[in-house]
């Protein structure tokens, strides 16, 4: 099924039921804990067991979240499902091969990306997409091992790298392989091409706190970025225009796909239901916690720069940089950041947030750390030092 809507703590249902059966598949929940609401024997109209979304659940929804690098909020929406769904596949459960449009997506297919890593077959990051640098992995094992090289992973397949799986030992190829591209593609701006990414758009105004609207915040800064990168030689593209509606982070990391950019910035600004709530935080594709190990070391080293200079130079509260496994981040092919400019449900980061001083200075922080991505390690300067030419 799909999940439309979004389930927290005192729902019933058999959705409820069925996100239930999830957690106790995963281990989540002990097993025969499908709570049904009132007396045990209440159901449905279809029958289904109608289940209740209750403390246990809401606390396994947690833990599932933390584990998936995941927004920690207890509520299974479309992002949550997709990833409990995903969850459930181990590899040699089902066929997997290619699908132009539609790709196979799983724990599984991470499995198998990790061992064709781990084998020295370049299948890029390990996302748990079965995209076509997976396939082309996948044919060229199936090459070297004997096998046909029809780019399913079937029984034979199955079978070859369980066997393998005993005498190779892992590692990190694909860190490897981003830090020589980034090596190769030299230190100047000048030639590359950046998405950047304003988050919401028309009437998704995102956060509206203090007379500011989230959408109407980035997309200023993000037209401030575009002038700054076009000057210095980069190619740079919006996701969406000012009035643009409902794009989805799926649609926009199919669009940064098409452009085959360097790099993505994703911005936004952030709510909490605390007034005190403050500060700037910076978002790159990971997650330590599970057992893929699956991050981008570029997105990793870009956030921490970025995050460091923002900080420097605009004297926001540091939030830090985080693993995220949301959509945009891990469906890029390219390394993407997503940037918390700050929360505009405080009334002190509202207040910086609009004025053009800031988004200036958060402009020019955005630009330098996309500079010292670049700059080989001795010809890199301290946080806040570097001045580009574009701003004298």
């Not at 949550?80 to 969850?87: F, N, P, S, V």
């Not at 992973?153 to 860190?175: E, I, K, N, S």
């Not at 959509?327 to 910086?352: C, F, S």
Request: glycine residues 12%; contains cysteine; aromatic residues 6%.
């Amino acid at each position: 099924m799909t999940m439309q809507r979004r389930y927290r703590r005192g729902d019933t249902g058999p959705a409820v039921a069925e996100i239930r059966s999830k957690l106790v598949l995963l281990g989540l929940l002990p097993a025969g804990a499908a709570t049904i609401a009132g007396t045990g024997d209440a159901a449905g109209h279809d029958g289904s067991p109608d289940a209740v979304f209750d403390h246990s659940v809401d606390l396994a929804v947690r833990h599932f979240q933390q584990q998936r690098a995941m927004t920690v909020d207890g509520v299974v929406g479309p992002e949550t499902y997709r990833h409990l769904d995903e969850a459930r596949w181990r590899l040699g459960d089902r066929m997997l091969s290619y699908s132009i449009g539609h790709p196979t997506v799983g724990d599984d297919v991470a499995t198998l990306q990790q061992r064709l890593l781990d084998m020295g077959f370049d299948c890029g990051r390990v996302d748990g997409i079965l995209g076509p640098a997976t396939e082309r992995a996948l044919r060229e094992f199936q090459r070297n091992y004997g096998l046909g090289a029809d780019g399913t992973c079937g029984p034979a397949t199955f079978r070859a790298l369980d066997r393998l799986a005993r005498t190779v030992v892992g590692g990190q190829p694909h860190a490897m392989r981003e830090s020589e591209l980034l090596h190769r593609s030299g230190p100047s701006l000048a030639g590359k091409t950046v998405v950047l990414d304003p988050g919401h758009g028309g009437t998704d105004r995102g956060v509206v706190a203090h007379g500011l609207a989230e959408s109407e915040v980035v997309w200023d800064l993000a037209r401030r970025l575009e002038g700054r990168l076009s000057a210095l030689g980069v190619q740079a593209y919006l996701t969406r225009g000012l009035d643009v509606d409902g794009i989805g982070e799926e649609e926009r990391a199919a669009f940064a796909n098409a452009t085959d950019a360097d790099l993505v910035i994703s911005l936004h600004a952030d709510r909490n239901d605390s007034p005190r709530a403050a500060g700037v935080s910076s978002y790159y594709y990971g997650s330590g916690t599970d057992r893929y190990g699956r991050r981008s070391p570029t997105g990793e080293h870009f956030a921490s720069l970025v995050q460091r200079e923002l900080v420097a130079r605009t004297g926001m509260v540091d939030g830090r940089t985080h693993g995220k496994a949301w959509t945009l981040l891990r469906r890029t092919r390219m390394p993407a950041v997503r940037i918390e400019l700050g929360y505009l449900t405080n009334a002190g980061d509202a207040a910086r947030l609009a004025t053009s001083e800031f988004r200036d200075h958060a402009a020019e922080s955005i630009v330098v750390a996309l500079q010292r991505l670049y700059l080989p390690p001795d010809e890199d300067v301290p946080t806040g030092m570097l001045r580009l030419p574009v701003f004298t």
